[in-house]
């Protein structure tokens, strides 16, 4: 499977005004990077992949349409996965989009 071009275009939409901001294909999906780090990517598993603070894995489960992020069989804290259900309106995806770009933002730059 593909990542979403139709989800890309909305990301690409709402992270315009934003500095730094690069696109990847990483992990068969398509990754925007703020100064070199991981934002969100358009999973090409379907849905979203978000970076979050470590410490916030667990409120943020809480949402609807939510997953652990699970790399060659481990939970990756820091990242979630989001369906395309939890993505579905502008609103939910610009949640997500701004938490990842957020959480991206306050790293040191690679």
């Known amino acids: 499977m593909t990542y979403d071009d139709d989800l890309a275009y909305r990301i690409r939409g709402l992270l315009a ?21 991981m934002a969100v990517a358009a999973s090409g598993q379907g849905g979203l992949m978000v970076r979050i603070p470590p410490e916030e894995t667990e409120s943020l489960l809480e949402f609807d349409h939510t997953a652990p992020m699970v790399m060659s069989g ?9 369906s395309d259900d939890g993505i579905r309106t502008e609103r939910q ?5 701004t938490i990842g770009a957020a959480y991206a933002r306050k790293l040191p730059p690679k």
């Open 17 to 37: 005004e934003e500095c730094g901001v690069d696109e990847r294909s990483m992990f068969g999906g398509l990754a925007f990077l703020i100064n070199g780090n």
């Open 74 to 82: 481990r939970e990756a804290r820091g990242w979630l996965r989001v």
């Open 93 to 97: 995806l610009q949640r997500w989009v």
